[in-house]
């Protein structure tokens, strides 16, 4: 399957739905600041998560993943139906996704070639989803020497990550500030669903 990009995957009333949805988590599971492991230096996205696992990271503890909101120790809320629904369209995984993140870039947020591996579960591919605007995203493959690929990620598009992708390195080089105005507020937000445990 590899990396599979599906652009206008969202209408606009579908991305209004799904905003408003994630208004409601945000104002139960605010957006935080999150630290790198060993330095803490803050990374440029706040973040926050739905669904019963959330990805973190602290100069403590280091990436992670939890049930609960770091700073209010709260459950984190469900994740909107949705989403849900999306995930089993696209992926036709056999179990629904456990964590939802929810990444918010201002227009000098940016997040370095990394891989999605703190999971259990590689079987599962990753879904993205963007909202708002646009962003520069570049995907190459395991190794720092493969060559790699730039696609503009608009509002309503959706990247998925699997098979022979599913660990390939990845990350925003900028978010193009003014390119949608779905969110009053401006920047991006991204979301990615991940199976964390292997299904039992
Ligand atoms: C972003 N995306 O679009 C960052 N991870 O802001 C990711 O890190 C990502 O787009 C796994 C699968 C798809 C992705
Ligand atoms: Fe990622």
């Known amino acids: 399957m590899g990396l ?3 652009p206008g995957k969202l209408r606009r009333e ?3 739905t799904l905003l408003r ?3 409601d988590v945000m104002d139960e599971a605010p957006l935080f600041t999150p630290t790198m492991p060993r330095s803490g230096k803050p990374m440029s996205v706040r973040m926050t998560n739905c669904g019963p696992l959330g990805w973190v990271t602290d100069k403590e503890r280091g990436y992670r993943y939890q049930a609960t909101h770091p700073i209010t120790g709260r459950p ?3 994740m909107p139906q949705m989403l849900l629904h999306l995930w089993d369209e696209v992926t036709r ?3 629904p996704p456990e964590a939802c993140l929810v990444n918010y870039y201002d227009d000098d947020a ?3 070639l990394h891989q999605d591996k703190d999971e259990e579960d590689f079987d599962a591919p990753v879904l993205s989803v963007s909202l708002g605007d646009t962003a520069i995203f570049r995907a190459g493959g395991r190794s720092r020497r493969d060559p790699t690929r730039r696609f503009e990620l608009e509002s309503g598009d959706v990247v998925v990550l699997g098979g022979e992708d599913r660990l390939a390195l990845h990350g925003i080089d900028r978010v193009l500030a ?3 105005d779905l969110l009053p507020e401006g ?3 991204n979301l990615t669903l991940r199976r964390v445990t292997k299904p039992g």
């Open 4 to 6: 599979e990009f599906l």
């Open 14 to 16: 579908q991305q209004v």
């Open 21 to 23: 949805a994630l208004r």
């Open 76 to 78: 984190w809320p469900a």
């Open 93 to 95: 995984y056999r179990a």
């Open 110 to 112: 940016k997040m370095g």
């Open 178 to 180: 003014g390119t949608s």
């Open 187 to 189: 920047g991006r937000i």
